[in-house]
């Protein structure tokens, strides 16, 4: 079956360490997203990808960064410069229409 | 900023019942609209996209009010298993920079 699969489900991370999600799809999907969701607060998207070899910032990509050197891998680094990284991080795919996402299973961070 | 309103909730609905709520978006050039269904520490999954005209699926009724900025989602006989966190999607162009989720409602069907 087709689908996003992100890895590891929970992640912990001492202060002053970068972590990498990591997130694959195999649906043939051309668009990727990272956003990242805290209690009673809706999505943020902090970086997408709608090419390979391309991506942008969005509204909160400050302490992270990205990769797409592949269609199917869509990798986020959360870097030591991210001050406040525990959240709750969903990646997602789309083919041409935004806002029809299919989302992984997201990846719990939390700062031990 | 855009802005995409839900009232929180909880809305505590006896099974069977039927239940409505709203979401208020602020950018009147919006262009799309989404409902997304969110289980207790899950990821979002796409429940029905909105269409200016209305349309439904099922149990699901959702609604566009242009003149308002509002748009609704309806569920009729409700079943425990529709206890969730719903959440509107506006989107008002321009890449995926202009995508806006809402903080979500949440609504306990109760037996």
């Known amino acids: 079956d087709g689908g996003i699969t992100q890895s590891p489900k929970y992640l912990f991370r001492k202060e002053g360490q970068n972590v990498t999600l990591s997130c694959e799809q195999n649906?043939?999907?051309?668009?990727m997203y990272w956003y990242r969701q805290d209690p009673g607060q809706g999505l943020r998207l902090i970086y997408y990808?709608?090419?390979?070899?391309?991506?942008q910032k969005g509204d909160i990509a400050e302490g992270y960064s990205v990769s797409r050197e592949k269609k199917e891998s869509f990798p986020l680094t959360v870097t030591s410069a991210q001050k406040n990284p525990t959240a709750f991080y969903l990646c997602?795919?789309?083919?041409?229409?935004?806002?029809?996402?299919?989302f992984g299973s997201g990846t719990r961070l939390t700062v031990v | 900023r855009k802005e995409v309103e839900q009232d929180p909730g909880p809305f505590n609905v006896p099974e069977g019942a039927t239940v409505a709520f709203n979401c208020t978006y602020s950018?009147?050039?919006?262009?799309?609209f989404f409902w997304y269904r969110q289980d207790c520490r899950k990821e979002p999954k796409l429940l029905m996209s909105?269409?200016?005209s209305g349309n439904e699926d099922g149990r699901f009724t959702a609604q566009l009010n242009r003149a308002s900025q509002y748009i609704s989602l309806l569920i009729r006989d409700s079943k425990l298993s529709d206890s969730a966190t719903y959440l509107c999607?506006?989107?008002?162009?321009?890449?995926?920079?202009?995508?806006?989720f809402g903080k979500g409602t949440h609504l306990i069907i109760q037996p």
């Open positions: 990808s709608q090419i390979v070899n391309d991506f």
């Open positions: 649906l043939n999907h051309d668009a």
């Open positions: 999607v506006v989107y008002s162009g321009g890449g995926a920079d202009g995508l806006t």
């Open positions: 950018n009147s050039a919006s262009q799309s």
């Open positions: 909105v269409y200016s």
């Open positions: 997602a795919s789309s083919a041409d229409t935004i806002g029809g996402y299919t």
